[in-house]
């Protein structure tokens, strides 16, 4: 199985730039592909970015998108969310998620497309 942990979160002023890194165990990381999300306080779980399983396509949820990019270094079993311009709206718990093989060769955009998820780190801007 897979176990995830999330690292890089903290205080940022808004325009402010974080990397999140998400480290995850095991041999077979290239065959998951992975996915940030993220949760506000009183807020529903969203989808954030999406990688394949060799990085070959990408996918953000419109908020984000040019702001924030996701990458993946198959050789050290992580994946990176780089955060720039950081705006107040942003600030919320990153969650890191894998989602293995589901038959078919489609973006990963929901939740439950994913089965293993790590303990989150916390993400603030202010304004």
């Known amino acids: 199985q897979v176990q995830l942990v999330e690292s890089g979160g903290g205080l940022v002023q808004a325009g402010g730039s974080l990397r999140l890194s998400c480290a995850a165990s095991?041999?077979?990381?290239?065959?998951?592909?992975m996915g940030w999300f993220r949760q506000a306080p009183g807020k529903e779980r969203e989808f954030v970015a999406t990688i394949s399983r060799i990085g070959s396509s990408v996918s953000y949820t419109g908020s984000v998108k040019g702001r924030f990019t996701i990458s993946r270094d198959n050789t050290k079993n992580t994946v990176y969310l780089q955060m720039n311009s950081l705006k107040p709206e942003d600030t919320a718990v990153y969650y890191c998620?894998?989602?293995?093989?589901?038959?078919?060769?489609?973006?990963?955009?929901?939740?439950?497309?994913?089965?293993?998820w790590g303990q989150g780190t916390q993400v603030t801007v202010s304004s």
């Open positions: 998620a894998a989602a293995g093989p589901k038959g078919g060769s489609y973006v990963y955009t929901r939740s439950h497309d994913y089965d293993y």
């Open positions: 095991g041999r077979t990381f290239s065959n998951y592909a």
